[in-house]
């Protein structure tokens, strides 16, 4: 089993459509959890750290579930900009790697 | 402006030759990392350093090499032992020690092996 898995995707929707993406990881010790956003051959770069009370950025809401091993990333409103893939990043300690997850791809669609 | 810089861009080689990718960060950080991206792929770590004079091998180790003299620079060599070379490089560096530490990219390099 990968350490971090991610829903294949590509999700394709229409402007305005809410859509969540799910990330489950397998190493319980885990404490830091991440999305990323990477537009197409560009770097990634940091949306939203993912806090265990769940957090909020605007359209974007992050949520934990650890007894699960589970983060969610809920989309509202869907722009054309956020048309991008979203990695989700967990780590286990301050001084460990950082596993990635393989991406979503989400096509935002007029 | 603080960042992280890479050098090429892109980056043609012939088969069999060793080449070094450039990675250089201005933000004071201690930890940089090294991933590798293929087509359609999510990032694999090939190294990571958390320390000037001391870097540890990621998950794709094999036919690459570091250093890490610089608390700045954390260069990459591509080494005729990598098998398939061709990908999307990319260079990474984080504050060393927070629970919740952001990763900073570099734009990336592409490398062909022709």
């Known amino acids: 089993r990968k350490e971090v898995e991610q829903d294949p995707g590509p999700f394709n929707v229409p402007e305005g459509a809410t859509v969540a993406f799910n990330c489950t990881y397998s190493?319980?010790?885990?404490?830091?959890f991440f999305w990323y956003r990477q537009d197409c051959r560009k770097e990634p770069k940091l949306l939203m750290s993912?806090?265990?009370s769940g957090n909020e950025d605007g359209r974007f809401t992050a949520q934990l579930n650890r007894a699960s091993q589970y983060i969610s990333l809920l989309i509202r409103d869907s722009k054309l900009s956020d048309s991008a893939t979203y990695l989700c990043?967990?780590?286990?300690?301050?001084?460990?790697?950082?596993?990635f997850g393989p991406g979503t791809s989400l096509s935002v669609i007029p | 402006d603080g960042g992280i810089t890479q050098s090429p861009k892109y980056l043609f080689r012939k088969e069999g030759q060793n080449v070094t990718l450039s990675c250089e960060q201005n933000?004071?950080?201690?930890?940089m990392y090294w991933y590798r991206q293929d087509p359609g792929q999510g990032l694999r770590l090939i190294y990571y350093?958390?320390?000037?004079?001391?870097?540890q091998k990621g998950d794709i180790a094999e036919g690459y090499s570091v250093s890490r003299e610089k608390k700045e620079s954390f260069p990459l060599t591509v080494t005729s032992a990598q098998k398939n070379p061709t990908a999307f490089y990319l260079c990474?560096?984080?504050?060393?020690?927070?629970?919740?530490?952001?990763?900073?990219f570099g734009p990336g390099t592409r490398l062909t092996v022709l």
């Open positions: 990474a560096s984080s504050i060393a020690g927070l629970t919740y530490n952001e990763q900073f």
């Open positions: 190493n319980s010790a885990s404490q830091s």
């Open positions: 993912v806090y265990s």
């Open positions: 990043v967990v780590m286990k300690t301050s001084y460990d790697k950082v596993i």
């Open positions: 933000l004071n950080h201690d930890a």
């Open positions: 350093s958390q320390i000037v004079n001391d870097f």
